[in-house]
């Protein structure tokens, strides 16, 4: 998975809550785009085929469904002591801070990228939910072309489980020859340190709650961009 993320940064990221509303708000142009939706689009002069203007109001009706149903929120650029980048129009976000002096700490989560059933929490235990997964980077490092290590994270929606732990140089190659084993297969004592490494610099569960109210969020803004972009080609 790791070579996965890696290879996405050069190519995809080149390229279902509480909502965090304490945040502040992102002044990025393309997100209050979205919010200023208009229906003068429906006054517009040129002359439209039937089939075209169906396809026209298919289209706004959905925008405004989607925006009556379940607005988005412009995303929030802060969360506890990291700084939020979204990048609108693409699968990824970077969360960054310092720790302590000298330590550097970025973090890279895809867009929801998969999901696994698992049995409902009731008491007949009956039924299945959907259990949505995010992959997480976490890169920690001191100092500029030292080595850094790099933890390929699994975050779900109430839990952030650690997968490998990378010692990689500053341009990504492998520090050693051995990548190290799969933290799952370690003593638990080994796995509860590394956790407890993690959470004294704010990535835990509760970092992976919000990653999943963000990328909720965050697939709304997504697919009404879409659906505008898709009506405002048929329009021109």
């Known amino acids: 998975m790791a070579a996965f993320l890696r290879a996405s940064r050069r190519s995809l990221f080149s390229s279902c809550g509480i909502l965090y509303s304490h945040g502040q708000q ?66 990824w976000i970077t969360l960054r801070r310092k720790f302590g002096k000298d330590e550097h700490i970025k973090i890279e ?11 409902k929490a009731n008491d007949e235990n009956l039924g ?23 933890f390929v994270c699994s975050s779900w929606p109430n839990s952030l489980e650690i997968q490998k732990v990378y010692l990689l140089r500053s341009d990504s190659s492998r520090a050693q020859p051995y990548m190290g084993p799969n933290v799952k297969d370690l003593s638990s004592g080994f796995r509860d340190s590394l956790n407890k490494f993690l959470k004294a610099r704010g990535i835990d569960d509760e970092l992976s709650a919000f990653l999943h109210e963000f990328m909720m969020n965050k697939d709304r803004i997504e697919a009404i961009g879409w659906l505008r972009k898709i009506l405002s080609f048929i329009e021109n």
Do not use: C
């Open 26 to 91: 992102s002044s990025l142009h393309s997100s209050k785009h979205i919010f200023q939706f208009s229906r003068s689009h429906a006054s517009q002069a040129i002359q439209k085929s039937p089939f075209e203007s169906n396809i026209l109001r298919i289209l706004r009706n959905e925008i405004e469904y989607q925006l009556d149903y379940a607005p988005p929120h412009p995303p929030v650029t802060k969360f506890n002591t990291f700084m939020v980048e979204d990048r609108p129009g693409e699968q």
């Open 128 to 150: 299945e939910d959907v259990r949505l997964h995010i992959s997480v980077l976490v890169d920690i490092w001191k100092g500029e072309g030292s080595e850094f290590l790099e």
């Open 109 to 119: 989560a895809t867009m929801i990228d998969g999901a696994i059933n698992v049995p």
